[in-house]
C-alpha cells in the first residue's frame, strides 16, 4: 500500500474553503485515494474516493494531480461541524482478503468562527 | 433513514463475563466489519463478512466471536477469552462486496472492570 503524507493540523475560517492536501508518490496505477474523517468519539465517515478523474458530491471534491502523486480534498464552505482528523488512504478498489482500514496521522481541521 | 446502527453506546461489563455488541444495517450492503479503536489509535480489523453465514477473521479476532445469519446483522460477542476488552468498537458495512468504501455505525464504547 502506498504511503501518504499530510499535514498535522490546519486552520479554517467558517465559511471558507478548506483544502486539505495528500503526497502519494508512490502510489501504483490501481490504487484509489480514498478520504475518511473522524469527529471526536465517532466512527469514522467516508468522504470520497478516486482514481484519477476529479471526483465531487454532496460532501466535498477531490483533486488528484495529473502524475498523481497528490490530492486535495476540498470541503467548498466549511462549518464547525467540520471541525475533525482527516484521513487520506491509498488502496486498491477491492480485494478478497479483507480490506483494512488503517489511518495514518491524518490532518486535524480546526475551524474557527 | 438508511444507515448503520450500534447498540447500546456505553456498555459496562465485569471481567468474565461474555458481551454481545449489535450491528443492524438497512443499506442493503453485502459487506460488514468489525473494528476495534483504542484511545489515539488507528482502527484494527476484528471479524468481516461478505454474505450470510460467511466470515472471516481480521488481524485480532482472538477473544471474538461473529455470526451472519442475516444480510442486516452482524453481533459480535467479545468472550471472556479477549485480555484487555476496553475498547471503542466499530461496525461497518460496504455496498460492493469488500470494499474500502465502508460507512460506519456510531461505535459502542465498551468498559470491562
Known amino acids: 500500500d502506498a504511503k501518504t503524507t499530510q499535514p498535522p493540523s490546519m486552520d479554517c475560517a467558517e465559511g471558507r474553503a478548506a483544502n486539505l492536501p495528500c503526497n502519494h508518490s508512490?502510489?501504483?496505477?490501481?490504487?484509489?485515494v480514498y478520504w475518511y474523517r473522524q469527529i471526536h468519539s465517532q466512527g469514522p465517515q467516508y468522504i470520497i474516493h478516486?482514481?484519477?478523474n476529479n471526483e465531487t458530491n454532496e460532501m466535498a471534491s477531490l483533486i488528484i494531480t495529473e502524475d498523481r502523486k497528490s490530492s486535495t480534498l476540498i470541503l467548498p464552505h466549511a462549518t464547525l461541524r467540520d471541525t475533525a482528523v482527516y484521513y487520506c488512504?491509498?488502496?486498491?478498489?477491492?480485494?478478497?482478503?479483507?480490506?483494512?482500514?488503517?489511518f495514518g496521522g491524518g490532518t486535524r481541521l480546526m475551524v474557527k468562527p | 433513514d438508511g444507515g448503520i446502527t450500534q447498540s447500546p453506546k456505553y456498555l459496562f461489563r465485569k471481567e468474565g463475563q461474555n458481551v454481545t455488541l449489535s450491528c443492524e444495517q438497512n443499506l442493503n450492503h453485502d459487506a460488514m466489519y468489525w473494528y476495534r479503536q483504542d484511545p489515539g489509535q488507528g482502527l484494527r480489523l476484528i471479524y468481516y463478512?461478505?454474505?450470510?453465514?460467511?466470515?472471516q477473521k481480521g488481524d485480532i479476532a482472538e477473544g471474538y466471536s461473529v455470526s451472519r445469519e442475516k444480510k442486516e446483522s452482524f453481533p459480535l460477542t467479545v468472550t471472556s477469552a479477549q485480555k484487555n476488552p476496553t475498547a471503542f468498537y466499530l461496525c461497518a458495512s460496504s455496498p460492493a462486496g469488500y470494499s474500502y468504501e465502508q460507512y460506519f455505525g456510531p461505535g459502542t464504547r465498551l468498559t470491562v472492570t
Open positions: 463478512s461478505q454474505i450470510v453465514n460467511d466470515f
Open positions: 478516486g482514481l484519477k
Open positions: 488512504i491509498v488502496r486498491v478498489a477491492m480485494d478478497n482478503a479483507g480490506n483494512m482500514l488503517t
Open positions: 508512490t502510489i501504483s496505477g490501481n490504487e484509489y
